[in-house]
């Protein structure tokens, strides 16, 4: 693999590739420190230095993708975050609108255009949360018990610029993942995701080394360990369907005639339930904040504001099971599949063309995607049952971070390997 990675860099346009995704990823790590004008840096580091600090997880899965950024109210606050929510909404939209349907049939002009509106919707959600994390900090509930004042200039103009800011540097972090795209190596958007949750993981390490110890410290290395091991395997695995293409006579030419499969992963739906089932879970967390009611406020505190709690991870591994079955339902459509493989000649063996097939692909799926939900719902909640063992202290190899490290790791190893392979050079996998 180090010789693979030798011979890459000595690849003239590749090195110029890594070269340009480095340098995106240097720039917009410093955008992620540079603080957003007119706020107190020395009220956030305050802030962050104190216990009540840690409290404050309302919008703890924004601040993982912005890699800290949210807490310390830089440019890149929200980070990716408002891109990621958009194109869920969008992809959601287009099982509910014909109209988006249509336009994703159309191939490239019509997802350019999807582009265009989720762009559109990104830029509304980070208005929205930019408001929503500004007003948080001005009112003092950012950090519940830290006096120091946040924004010391409130006026309107101000908390303008500040929302401005916010909502112009997620529209730059858009940019830059799409040049990452364009002229780099692999996925923009993801590899900025990776870069900010990486970049969290040493800090996460020497907390928890300082607060529980070495001896807790070394089992925390391991288990981390052992869960990037079993991500690995399971997001590799998939059931793959043979499907065979009669020969077709078209023209002078016989077409068809060759065997393939379809593959069906057995975490089909990704990180997207864990993010569904953490913003539903922190529903309760806002509303506390917003009304005055002692018995609800108290249940919350009690039961859903810790992450150790039975009821709080069994309600979280409960909604991510019912959003992988709810997610896969919407984006994979066995009727679609069965019917295009028809179109093509093609066919499973043993299984008859048309709804036959799209009855055994969603009974396939059905079977699937259980032990894939098993797998994100004990992959979440895990670490979250272990915050007694590091004293509170965030678990560095939490679900959501180890899956987008593995699958952007993955994926991105794999794009390097392909053009590698193109040049006869020796690959990362094998």
Known sequence: MLTAFTRAFRT????????????IIVLFRMGSVLPSPG???GAINSCLSSASADSSNVYSLINLFSGGALLQLSIFALGIMPYITASIIIQLLVVVIPRLEQL???GSSGEQKLTQYTRYLTIALAVLQATGIVALARSGNLFPGCAAPIIPDTSLFRIAVIVVTMTAGTALIMWLGELITARGVGNGMSLLIFT???????????RILQVAGGV???LVCLLGLVIVVFVVFVEQSQRRIPVQYAKRLIGRRMYGGT???LPIKVNQAGIIPVIFASALLQLPQLLGQVWSNRTFQDFEQRYLARGDHPLYLVSYAALII???YFYVAITFNPTEVADNMKKYGGFIPGIRPGRPTAEYLDRVLSRITLPGSLFLGAITVLPLALLNLTKQQPFPFAGTSVLIIVGVGLETVKQIESQLMLRNYEGFLR
Do not use: M, N
């Open 12 to 23: 003239p346009d590749l090195r110029k590739k890594l070269f340009f995704t480095l340098g």
């Open 216 to 218: 807790v410290f070394a």
């Open 259 to 261: 065997s393939t499969y």
């Open 322 to 324: 019912f959003f992988t």
């Open 196 to 206: 900010s949750i990486a970049a969290a993981l040493p800090s996460q390490g020497s």
């Open 39 to 41: 706020v107190s840096t």
């Open 104 to 106: 994703k049939k159309e």
